[in-house]
């Protein structure tokens, strides 16, 4: 990764110098006009492009968000992007790999000559990568995060944005008829868990602790719904996920479980896991604390997790 990224310093500085002899072609011409794109969720951060950006690498989170407006990649980086609960109908396969995981070819992306970067981060760059690799990345092309809002209809709103700074059409009949779902899924959710008052829970269980979503968006729309979600807190800095000792995971009564990336093959066994009266009556869902932030995702997600609050009873 090392000897990558020192190589990748050369390829970036010709990049760079490529870029700058195709912007000064495009200088006069009406599509090579600069633009500025105003962050949505980033308060003060404005990002200027020499020209429409048009070609885009993202990571998969990115595209699993962007792709249902019909922006694409002409390359992809980063974690899930096998993660078919994170990706949805996205397809990947035809789509360059540029890095996986924590890891990026730095020398394979500036040969890409990118306008725009998209991801999960800040302003300063992925938020995966240390210093050093996002001060390479943003030298090949600027930067665009992820809108973070603490609610994810915001969250929904600002990706939206991003979108049709992009080129989307973000007012065309299917967005229109997805914010009609969501909404409706909405009301779904409500009427579910006034029916029974039952416990939700968002975790992820690993083998030395059970972690808990409260705070997070996902969990905040659920509780603005009508539901009692359940959980440790998040930790006041650092990490957000809450932490359970197993020896203490059944003082959180849920009578519901919603996992992480929860799926038909999901196999997590524990002794105290399986104890929790929610396993041992399978009231099992899922959830995501990343993954695609559009109106169709989450209607369809809300959607599920009323039919399973409809179809579990009190455990816990």
């Known amino acids: 990764m ?26 006069g011409q ?29 990571d998969c989170y990115a595209y699993s968000s962007l792709h249902e407006y019909g ?7 980063g974690f899930e992007c096998d993660n078919p609960f994170v990706m949805g109908d ?21 040969e890409l000559r990118p306008d725009a970067i998209v991801g999960q981060g800040t302003a300063d760059g992925w938020q995966w990568f240390d210093e050093d690799v996002n001060a390479q990345i943003t030298r090949v092309a600027p930067f665009v995060a992820l809108p973070g809002g603490d609610t994810i209809d915001g ?39 006034a029916d029974n008052g039952l416990n939700i829970m968002l975790a992820s269980p690993a083998k030395e602790m059970l972690y808990t979503g409260v705070g997070f968006a996902q969990a905040d729309l659920l509780a603005e719904l009508g539901a009692t979600v359940v959980g440790a807190a998040a930790p006041e800095t650092g990490n957000p996920w809450g932490q359970v000792a197993w020896e203490d995971a059944s003082t959180y009564p849920a009578d519901v479980l919603l996992v992480e990336g929860y799926s038909d093959d999901f196999s997590f066994s524990a002794e105290l896991w399986d104890a929790l009266p929610a396993v041992k009556a ?28 409809s179809a579990s009873g009190k455990v816990a």
């Open 90 to 110: 996205a397809d990947i396969s035809d789509i360059e790999v540029v890095g996986k995981d924590g890891e990026i070819d730095v020398e394979k992306l500036a």
């Open 282 to 309: 399978d009231q099992l869902g899922a959830w995501s604390s990343k993954g695609a932030m559009t109106a169709s995702t989450y209607a369809q997600w809300l959607n599920d997790v009323a039919d399973l609050v």
């Open 30 to 58: 009406p599509d090579g006009d600069a633009v500025t794109l105003t962050h949505p969720s980033i308060d003060g951060l404005e990002i200027d492009f020499d020209a429409q950006p048009e070609n885009i690498v993202m």
């Open 155 to 193: 969250r929904i709103a600002d990706t939206r944005e991003i979108a049709e700074f992009f080129g989307a059409d973000v007012a065309s009949e299917e967005i229109l008829a997805s914010d009609e779902d969501f909404e409706a899924a909405k009301e779904a959710v409500r009427t579910a868990v």
């Open 2 to 27: 090392n000897r990558r990224l020192a190589l990748a310093a050369l390829a970036s500085a010709s990049a760079l110098l490529l870029a700058s002899c195709a912007s000064a072609e495009t200088a």
């Open 71 to 77: 922006i694409e990649p002409v390359a992809l980086f």
